[in-house]
């Protein structure tokens, strides 16, 4: 059985920083790219941050391009999202996705909800201004 299970959630001032990240089991994403989606109060979920399967090529939502960093560890299972700068308007639960293909190019990586095949239960992200 697949799971992906966010940590790294919490309450934090504007300004402030969070590492989310999302551990993987029940089968390897090493060859596979991973992301993160939001999903704000009364709000659609929405793209944050893609990673290909390499780590080499990364994407990020305009809004929090520049403040967050994705990274991976594959021999974790892992995927990382670190946050810094932080504003009231990221408050959100963070949703980790993982494609279940493996790709030959290092370098593909989607950044649309229907790119993602496994998702976890999300982490609640609360930025107090």
């Known amino acids: 059985q697949v799971q992906l299970v966010e940590s790294g959630g919490g309450l934090v001032q504007a300004g402030g920083s969070l590492r989310l990240s999302c551990a993987a089991s029940g089968r390897t994403f090493s060859r596979s790219p991973m992301g993160w989606f939001r999903q704000a109060p009364g709000k659609e979920r929405e793209f944050v941050a893609a990673i290909s399967w390499s780590g080499s090529n990364t994407a990020y939502a305009d809004s929090v391009k520049g403040r967050f960093t994705i990274s991976r560890d594959n021999a974790k299972n892992t995927v990382y999202l670190q946050m810094n700068s932080l504003k009231p308007e990221d408050t959100a639960v963070y949703y980790c996705?993982?494609?279940?293909?493996?790709?030959?190019?290092?370098?593909?990586?989607?950044?649309?909800?229907?790119?993602?095949?496994?998702w976890g239960q999300g982490t609640q992200v609360t930025v107090s201004s």
């Open positions: 996705a993982a494609d279940r293909r493996a790709y030959p190019s290092s370098s593909y990586y989607s950044i649309r909800e229907n790119g993602y095949d496994y």
